[in-house]
């Protein structure tokens, strides 16, 4: 296999859409090999037996610096479709001019499935599959296959290759399908790789990178630094126009507060212009290393308005089986529920959290009436199956059960008494939701929904909102005066992960400002009064997503969210709207 296959096939194309133009560039001194110049060496070797691209065989070259000692660990740069832009030669003048740090780099092709008879039969090309989705599972190939099989090698008079397990010392980059691969991995783990290099980006409708622009505008930001190359000659083909797609991100990117920097051309689909601009993009990238990449300042209104400066997600307790029922009461005190060992956890004034409530029956969601009393709802997953209601007092202690054969989800008490509970019944079969009156009626308000999950009132409470796991929609309802509901309507449109079918929306919650605050695969997605996702929150990794959360704190100024196996919290600007509240009217949104 060569490492430029793949290249001159993005080549080809560019000349076969008529985007040939001469084009001239000058040469960069740091392109050009020079006498007295220590020069690196390229091993190489072919790695197969990918567990997350199976069958695939590829090549991976690596550049070693004459200057590595191969003592401690060394920067890295990783590139995709093999060696491009002189890079080797590059290194070699920028590292020994001390213009960036001693940097290993690593150059990775894309894999191809090889025919049982290349006589008969071609090879199976997974280069768009890997380079041109979203997700992560390129960095994950990256990280947990590429990279520990470097570091198994030496190099020729016997260094070990040891490679920064530092973000800040990571850099990644490409061309093409290439580049958009490269941004994506930075994308899904600015924690491993901060500093991206992009060059020609196809940032466009193959599968799915024409919506970065978007995403990156509604994100909190992440440490990244970008540097984007391309020419207004590039393609502009059914999956649509390169030259305006690089320009839509840089804009995206300035936006959200990124440090980026742009060179355009008027070159074509081709590596010309990377070629050039190498050099001054590793200068740019690395400019004042060692310093830390941070995060800027975004200017989206909505992440201003929530966020405040310099204030991160905390943990507040990990190890849990499945965390869920985030909830507070009047004083602000948060509880949460851990589905699977069957315990109600309150978080003391310490800040951590203890046991509450020994055996929960497994209950799942969880509301506070005015008085402190506590009601949670039980799926019949406990042995023996419950199916109840349950209530407790403010000190804790068991009262009763308010109901028998409901079983439910989630769970929450309007200001005047009324009970409302979704009743999911797996992914396809329709959802109940149910009203439960002061009085002890049960009320069926709909039917029809997959898998109703978590559902909040509007500040004023004459909306319920409820989440559909199953699709990408939540679902806005109007509450009548006897409590059943009217207006049923599709509201809110989640943006749903490309490696998922659905958004899996769960836990749902106001604040007194009527922004809705809503869990999902993609971390917190805020959406306004009229149930546009403004503001994407994301938070540390767990073992699964971010399942529910609350306003806490004296104050209803602290969002706390479960997360699968742990609990974070975060200060905010905006104080929550609890349905123990007396309802308020919130300001008009703007339409």
Known sequence: MKSNVAFLLFLFIGKAFGQNTPENYPTDPASVEKTGVPKGEIIKFTLENSKIFPGTTREV???IPAQYDGKKPACVYINQDGIQWKAPIVFDNLIHQKEIPVTIGVFVTPGQVRAQNADVALNRFNRSYEYDGLGDNYARF?????LPEVEKLKSSNGRAIILSKDGNDRAIGGSSSGAVCAFTAAWEKPQEFSRVFSAIGTYVGLRGADRYDILVRKHEPKPLRIFLQDGSNDLNIYAGDWWKANET??????????????????????????TAVFADAMRWLWRDYPKKIEAGPSKNQFLKDILIENENWELVGENYGFTEGTAVNAKGEVYFQDIPNSKTYKINSGGQPEIYIDDAKKASGTTFTADGQMLTITGGWSQPPTKQIHQYGADGKFIKALTEDTPGNDISIAKNGNIYITQPDGREKPSKLLLLRPNGEKVILDEGLKFANGLCFSPDQTLLYVTESASHWVWVYSILPDGTLANKQKFGWLHVRDTDENAWSDGIKCDRDGRIYVTSL?????????????????????KGQVS????GGPNFDIIYAS???????RKVKVKGANNFDVPN?????RL
């Open 61 to 63: 070259s690596i550049y």
């Open 142 to 146: 990256l990280l947990e296959e590429v």
């Open 249 to 274: 991100m840089e804009r995206a990117l300035t936006f959200a507060g990124y440090d980026v920097k742009h060179i355009w051309g008027e070159g074509g689909h081709n590596g010309q212009h990377g």
């Open 522 to 542: 993609s971390g917190i997605q805020v959406m306004d009064q009229l149930g546009r996702v403004n503001a994407i929150l994301p938070l540390p990794k767990t």
């Open 548 to 551: 529910n959360l609350c306003f």
């Open 563 to 569: 997360g699968h196996d742990k609990v974070y919290k």
């Open 585 to 589: 009217k919130p300001t008009a949104p």
